[in-house]
């Protein structure tokens, strides 16, 4: 099924006890990457997409941990908040996503322009850099009230070739990627940049972490295999 997209502008609350879906009616992906929203249909269910409008600016002094953490929740709370019609009237199951790239002790965004990407993939040229991609799980009741049934941060290891400049120029001339942190596409030629990728989830690097979230989805009570 088809999910269907809307934008929407910005928030709310959490639990102890183990909150379950059993009235849950819509899954929300809290998100307007396509990227995500292609993982997400791999689970063969029903989902809508709502964008959030949410400041991803960096804390200062925060951890990359902190701030895929952070931001996934945020995502996922505002989209919760905002919700209208027949979908604000019913439970919902809504997943909030986000990803840091960090090389070193930097932070590494989304390049600005080619002349940007060429020198990010320079940058990251034979080193080892840390994809984190944290998401959470949040059930929202029929009567507005919102609790956390899952969320994590997987971590992604991935070791760059020796790259010259002339593989670099190759590679954007045939994949711009100014939407991807670091400016490249894993799930694309991008898999040619790599000696090797080291994770648990091989999906976190595109932006889902599709094993744990398929963890959450059956902790709160819906049907998978």
């Known amino acids: 099924m088809r999910p269907q997209c809307q934008h929407i502008p910005s928030m709310t609350s959490t639990t102890d006890h183990q909150p379950t879906a059993s009235n849950a009616t819509t899954l929300v992906l809290a998100s307007s990457s396509p990227y995500r929203r292609m993982l997400l249909q791999r689970l063969g269910l029903p989902f809508q997409c709502i964008s ?11 951890q990359a941990t902190a701030y895929v953490s952070r ?7 505002t989209v919760a908040a905002a919700l209208t019609g027949d979908t604000a009237r019913s439970a919902a199951l809504i997943i909030g996503s986000d990803q840091a790239l960090v090389l070193g002790d930097s932070i590494i965004s989304k390049p600005d322009d080619r002349q940007h990407a060429a020198a990010m993939l320079q940058q990251c040229s034979a080193q080892t850099v ?3 991609c944290g998401w959470c799980l949040l059930l929202r009741s029929a009567t507005g009230k919102v609790e956390m049934v899952a969320a994590s941060v997987v971590p992604t290891h991935v070791q760059f070739r020796q790259l010259s400049e002339r593989e670099i120029d190759q590679y954007l001339d045939r994949e711009l990627a100014l939407d991807c942190a670091g400016a490249f596409k894993s799930e694309a030629l991008g898999i040619s940049l790599f000696d090797a990728i080291r994770s648990g989830d091989p999906t976190a690097l595109i932006g889902l972490p599709l094993i744990s979230v398929c963890a959450g989805l059956r902790k709160a009570g819906l049907a998978l295999p």
């Open 52 to 62: 959030p409008d949410v400041d991803e600016s960096v804390l200062e002094h925060e």
């Open 71 to 77: 931001l996934a929740q945020h995502k996922a709370r």
């Open 130 to 132: 840390v994809f984190h």
